[in-house]
């Protein structure tokens, strides 16, 4: 497009190509908002201040939105002097005036009446990956987009109300975005693929993908918007063997069928679940200046039991029935979910499943059966290869003892899971910036070597895999001798799951963390095992880490804190302030899903786009919560959304400047057959307390699911290992054997701790 003239001035800025040519790798993170009567202007500029863009966006036609991006790129003077003419030709009708300064779009909505522009308006940093500075949201703003002659609509009854609810989305809770790092997908990901940032945002963890749908579609960049990532992320440094690094603890809610706790059950048609939430642990030497010369990451995930069951929110049950629901009769949408899975993981897939095998009146187990069949169901198809690896272990049963051997037992599942998927390991070189990037990682950043990409990656940066020094794979030593490592990929992930997937499941992922962050460890050089005991302060460490994350993901979903009850005993808590506590928790668990669910569901909704207001049709407030998948309105690709309370939330313009109501949106000042059960607790209460292309093999569907039988004996807990090609099955097996190195399994009974792990595909 041509230069931005200077509104009635027929002085044009010079339609010139600017000296600064291009690059792909140039990113804006700070602009200058400006109106005029007619139009508002974007100043966006780079942190170098070499790199100026202006953004024109019409304020005269209040229902459609008409952006225009200057091609041109100018210098700070250039930029200054087309401010200048356009204030010079709008003086009549009150100049250019300033409005506010801030850091990115968050996107454009519109509900009855007119276009919104939100913004962020304050940031702070949360951490840094390999140089790329990643952000927290302090501050947004909502600004109409036409000026007061034009807005007729915007303090309509109904406006308002659509208003106030989308702003009581806190994106200053739990939200993060980053400029030049793809933070939206694991660091693997960003390794083998480097697709644009169009595609980038459309993925499950872009949770304004929605709200940015309009500028992106108009401008085909993204320069002018953030990706915004829903979940937890914490960086600390960490002092081990003499030695300084970088624990980055990161968890990805996905957007689809995403919301509040009983409001968004099971699986839905497509096969998304519900609290779907990635989790990635990197660990890297902590360098005062550059880049880390090596790096690890390692990813699991959890998320809701791919089935077709829910529970009614009840203010007079605590504790409301399960619906099991047998609509999908050859479970589709459970097979869809796994395909999605190895999509994104490759294989295998690991399930652990933590919910009740036995209870006195039928409860989690109804799920649980199930679950069993349909993983039977389905790998009745799959290859050996690719086989769905289903365990089983009540977590809630084995807790009755004391909570280090729950741990224990857990930490050593993990390790065997971490043989199966393997982690991602690279050396990264000294010579790239950290301004280098979208173009992170390439060729120049990966030292030279040999290896194989990722079978699930297809898109991969053939460049990226050349790596330094010999390929002799031996492992590093604590000596620092780190140029004999080649890299290393994960294939496949752990998918863990409780009723909630929240409390039990927290529990799980700790002990995963933890054996996790042994491996990191050992093959950065800075360990000689692979082993972290429970009793090391890097286990305490990591425990406030996941016990943070558990009660932040909580709080998304739930609307309480976790049941942390095992972190509370592992630290040797008073057990009356454990019980306390817990049945604090338990109430404003309660009081959150009777009360507050269906507001808070309701906003997600329209945050993510899945009901979008039309004139003449029923109000989303008219609406049950969940007839989004009913044909009252046009739904966006994504299903479901966030949303909880906060003090410091959106701010809301209007063209008087008024503020809104809702204190938790602040205005800007001027400037089939059903099977029934009752849910039980994530753990007793009786007791204790922030791309990514996809990837896509290029793997048909009948491929995916092999010939496979499972475990006839539903009641019992049994065990399964590996012996060369083949299989063999034992019941009621001592869980020692998975910390050892061989293949063999002890057919001894083991009364107390026994489980299952079930590899259908040995028959």
Not at 152 to 162: A, L, P
Not at 693 to 711: A, H, N
Not at 712 to 733: A, K, Q, T
Request: charged share 25%; net charge neutral; glycine share 6%.
């Amino acid at each position: 497009m041509e230069p931005i003239a200077a509104e009635n001035n027929s002085d044009n800025i010079n339609n010139k190509e600017s000296s600064f040519q291009f690059q792909t790798s140039t990113y804006m993170q700070k602009f200058r908002l400006y109106e005029t009567l007619s139009n508002f202007y974007m100043i966006g500029r780079n942190k170098s201040r070499t790199y100026w863009r202006v953004l024109k966006i019409d304020r005269l036609d209040p229902s459609e939105l008409n952006i225009r991006e200057d091609s041109t790129i100018y210098t700070e003077s250039e930029c200054s002097e087309l401010l200048r003419r356009v204030h010079e030709g709008n003086i009549s009708t009150g100049g250019l005036k300033f409005v506010t300064t801030c850091y990115g779009i968050v996107g454009f909505i519109k509900f009855l009446g007119p276009y919104y522009l939100l913004l962020i308006t304050k940031r702070r940093r949360i951490g840094v990956i390999c140089g790329h500075n990643v952000y927290a949201v302090l501050k947004s703003e909502m600004i109409p987009l036409p000026n007061s002659t034009v807005n007729s609509s915007i303090n309509d009854k109904n406006e308002i109300r659509y208003k106030k609810l989308l702003c009581s989305v806190d994106l200053t809770k739990d939200f993060f975005f980053s400029y030049s790092y793809h933070v939206m997908r694991s660091l693997q990901k960003n390794l083998c693929n480097n697709d644009p940032d169009q595609i980038l945002y459309e993925t499950m963890f872009v949770w304004n993908e929605f709200l940015t749908r309009g500028i992106r579609k108009h401008l085909k960049n993204t320069l002018w918007t953030v990706a915004l990532v829903y979940g937890f992320f914490k960086q600390t440094t960490l002092s081990v063997s003499g030695r300084d690094l970088k624990l980055t603890l990161i968890a990805r809610r996905s957007r689809h069928y995403a919301g509040t706790r009983y409001l968004k059950r099971g699986v839905n048609e497509k096969g998304r679940v519900a609290n779907d939430v990635e989790t990635e642990q990197i660990v890297f030497e902590d360098v005062s200046d550059g880049l880390p010369t090596q790096i690890t990451s390692i990813v699991q995930n959890r998320g809701s039991i791919p089935l077709f069951w829910s529970q009614e929110t009840s203010r007079l049950n605590i504790k409301p029935d399960i619906i099991l629901s047998k609509k999908d009769q050859n479970y589709e949408a459970t097979r869809l979910h796994f395909e999605n899975l190895v999509e994104r993981y490759g294989n295998p897939i690991i399930i652990l499943n933590l919910i009740k095998t036995q209870e006195k009146k039928p409860r989690e187990s109804i799920l649980r059966q199930e679950f069993a069949h349909v993983i039977d169901f389905i790998n009745k198809d799959m290859s050996e290869e690719t086989c769905l690896r289903f365990l089983h272990w009540d977590l809630h049963k084995h807790f009755r003892s004391q909570a280090t051997n729950v741990l224990l037992l857990l930490g050593k599942v993990a390790a065997y899971a971490l043989t199966l998927t393997g982690s991602f390991y690279c050396r990264v070189t000294s010579t790239m910036r950290p301004d280098e990037c979208t173009a992170w990682p390439s060729s120049k950043n990966i030292d030279d070597g040999d290896m194989s990409p990722p079978k699930y990656c297809d898109n991969v940066n053939e460049g990226a895999y050349r790596l330094e020094g010999n390929h002799s794979g031996d492992n590093n030593t604590a000596n620092g001798n780190h140029s004999v490592k080649p890299p290393t990929f994960q294939r496949g992930v752990l998918r863990t799951n409780c009723i909630d997937c929240l409390d039990r499941t927290n529990v799980a992922q700790y002990a995963y963390g933890l054996a996790a962050l042994g491996y990191q460890l050992n093959t950065l050089g800075v360990k000689d095992t692979p082993k972290i005991d429970l009793d090391d302060p890097l286990a305490d460490e990591l425990m406030v880490f996941y016990e943070r994350m558990g009660d932040t993901l909580a709080h998304q979903y739930s609307g309480s804190a976790a049941h942390n009850k095992v972190f509370s005993e592992r630290r040797g808590q008073w057990r009356a302030a454990t019980q306390s506590q817990e049945f604090f928790r338990t109430l404003q668990r309660y009081y959150s899903n009777a009360y507050m669910d269906a507001q808070k569901q309701d906003a997600i909704n329209l945050f993510l786009g899945n009901f979008q207001p039309q004139p003449g049709k029923p109000a989303l407030w008219e609406l049950d919560s969940n007839q989004h998948y009913g044909s009252f309105f046009p739904r966006s690709l994504s299903d479901g959304s966030i949303l909880r309370q906060s003090e410091s939330p959106m701010s809301a313009r209007n063209d008087k400047q008024e503020k809104l109501t809702n204190s938790t949106l602040p205005n800007r000042s001027q400037g089939a057959s059903n099977g029934h059960s009752e849910s039980s607790p994530e753990i007793s209460t009786c007791g204790r307390d922030i791309s990514y292309s996809r990837y896509t093999p290029s793997m048909p569907q009948r491929q995916l699911f092999g010939q496979v039988q499972i475990d006839r004996s539903l009641g019992s807990d049994n065990i399964c290992s590996e012996h060369g090609d083949g299989f063999s099955f034992s019941n009621f097996v001592d869980i020692d054997w998975l910390s050892s190195a061989g293949n063999s399994c002890d057919g001894e009974p083991f009364e107390r701790y026994f489980f299952i792990f079930y590899n259908p595909c040995m028959f």
